[in-house]
């Protein structure tokens, strides 16, 4: 008797945890370990274009004629801090919002007047560029903003990649950019810098959401031209 009793206790607390775990994972709480049954996709009768597409709160990642679904809040539980607003993202880095780009626009370029110093004509900046900030730099000039990308990006490893989003929440996966400016001063050549960065994406023909990781432009440098 006191041996059931034993593994009945067993069994309850079992249950009980269970219980838990389901509960922080709806409440948004727990951490990807603990949520991670829950981000198994499942296949769906679709016919869409390669990439993510988004309905409501369901994802959809196809590729080949075939798609699965994911639950976007199952997602937003196991990764809570992977996700914010465009409020908060540019709050925390200081920067404005802009469209991703791979280069500043040449729309942005300044003709500098010959008399005005470089400071000078660096605070010239036209309407359609005030969503970059500029660092000022008197030689290789960094100009900066906030964005997400949907995709496709390849990884550090050349798979190509969609980048995971939450539209319905307004809630993505915001990166700092910094791109290459005009070179002004430089005695060499304006080089484009990069940083890892780690993103929630998909990969055709490589499972299903996880972390990978991209190479983004993130400030610009004078360096050296070797004769």
């Given at each position: 008797m006191r041996i059931r009793g034993h593994f009945s206790r067993i069994a309850q607390t079992a249950i009980l945890s269970v219980v838990v775990m389901v509960y922080l994972c709806q409440a948004g709480v727990a951490g990807q370990s603990t949520c991670a049954k829950d981000l198994a996709p499942e296949p769906v009768k679709e016919t869409l274009e390669d990439g993510l597409s988004y309905k409501d709160d369901i994802v959809l990642m196809c590729s080949?004629?075939?798609?699965?679904k994911l639950s976007l809040g199952n997602i937003k539980n196991a990764y809570p801090g992977a996700f914010s607003s465009k409020k908060e993202a540019q709050k925390s880095t200081g920067l404005k919002y802009n469209t991703y780009v791979e280069r500043v626009p040449s729309a942005c370029a300044l003709k500098q007047p010959a008399a005005a110093s470089p400071s000078?004509?660096?605070q010239l900046i036209r309407p359609i560029c005030r969503r970059f900030w500029s660092d000022r730099d008197g030689c290789c000039p960094t100009w900066r903003y906030v964005t997400f990308h949907n995709g496709p990006l390849k990884n550090i490893f050349g798979r190509r990649c969609y980048i995971l989003q939450i539209p319905y929440l307004r809630l993505y996966q915001y990166i700092s950019v910094g791109l290459c400016g005009?070179?002004?001063?430089c005695n060499g050549r304006c080089t484009q810098q990069y940083t890892i960065q780690s993103m929630l994406a998909w990969c055709p023909g490589?499972?299903?959401i996880r972390m990978h990781h991209f190479r983004i432009?993130?400030?610009?440098?004078?360096?050296?031209v070797r004769g």
């Amino acid at each position: 008797m006191r041996i059931r009793g034993h593994f009945s206790r067993i069994a309850q607390t079992a249950i009980l945890s269970v219980v838990v775990m389901v509960y922080l994972c709806q409440a948004g709480v727990a951490g990807q370990s603990t949520c991670a049954k829950d981000l198994a996709p499942e296949p769906v009768k679709e016919t869409l274009e390669d990439g993510l597409s988004y309905k409501d709160d369901i994802v959809l990642m196809c590729s080949d004629g075939k798609c699965e679904k994911l639950s976007l809040g199952n997602i937003k539980n196991a990764y809570p801090g992977a996700f914010s607003s465009k409020k908060e993202a540019q709050k925390s880095t200081g920067l404005k919002y802009n469209t991703y780009v791979e280069r500043v626009p040449s729309a942005c370029a300044l003709k500098q007047p010959a008399a005005a110093s470089p400071s000078a004509a660096a605070q010239l900046i036209r309407p359609i560029c005030r969503r970059f900030w500029s660092d000022r730099d008197g030689c290789c000039p960094t100009w900066r903003y906030v964005t997400f990308h949907n995709g496709p990006l390849k990884n550090i490893f050349g798979r190509r990649c969609y980048i995971l989003q939450i539209p319905y929440l307004r809630l993505y996966q915001y990166i700092s950019v910094g791109l290459c400016g005009w070179p002004q001063n430089c005695n060499g050549r304006c080089t484009q810098q990069y940083t890892i960065q780690s993103m929630l994406a998909w990969c055709p023909g490589n499972g299903g959401i996880r972390m990978h990781h991209f190479r983004i432009p993130t400030y610009c440098s004078c360096q050296q031209v070797r004769g």
